[in-house]
């Protein structure tokens, strides 16, 4: 089987400007496997390299395997912090705190964005909560400008499996926190 693939394919030579000499087959009919060659000018820019091709093929792999998106740029976060907060209007007491605390945590995501653009945090932060009042969910931050943009007009998207990951694990970590606070501030009374 496999020397019946080799032979519909193209077989070439090249050297890579050294002593290195690498053998390519290319156009073969149903490939199983791929090969990438990676080169750099240093060891550290060839490492950075790699991790950036690993990070991308985890996302197509994220993709494929739950090939659900949602906007990026902030806009999920954003649209979800403003439901939150809209939801612990709705409830009396303390008990609409834990909303509000996680909507201004989510937050975080657009307001980092916009400071690393260099814009008006506060003033950017109230036209996008602005923007997801009026019924637009899809509304995020623009990396380079600091812009709010649609994202699905701008193309910008996240895999809904890492949001989802990055929330439990966010939420989970914080119940951690506070049990630990509880059991240090119950050992404290006691002595």
Not at 9 to 31: H, M, N
Not at 118 to 129: E, H, S, Y
Not at 171 to 191: N, P
């Amino acid at each position: 089987w496999y020397q019946r693939r080799v032979r519909e394919a193209v077989v070439s030579t090249q050297s890579t400007g050294g002593d290195e000499y690498f053998t390519f087959l290319t156009k073969c009919k149903e490939p199983k496997a791929c090969t990438i060659l990676l080169r750099g000018a240093s060891k550290d820019v060839l490492m950075e390299v790699e991790r950036n091709l690993q990070d991308a093929m985890n996302v197509a792999r994220n993709v494929l395997l739950d090939p659900f998106l949602v906007p990026g740029g902030g806009a999920a976060e954003a649209a979800l912090a403003y439901r939150l907060i809209e939801k612990s209007k709705t409830i009396q007491g303390v008990g609409q705190w834990p909303y509000r605390a996680v909507a201004e945590a989510l937050k975080v995501i657009p307001k980092t964005l916009m400071q690393n653009c260099g814009v008006n945090t506060i003033r950017t932060m109230t036209n996008l909560t602005a923007k997801h009042a009026t019924g637009g969910t899809s509304w995020g931050v623009d990396g380079d400008t600091g812009d709010i943009v649609d994202m699905k007009t701008f193309g910008i998207w996240d895999t809904l499996q890492v949001k989802c990951q990055v929330m439990k694990t966010a939420i989970e970590t914080a119940i951690l926190l506070l049990r630990i606070d509880d059991i240090v501030s119950g050992v404290k009374k006691m002595s």
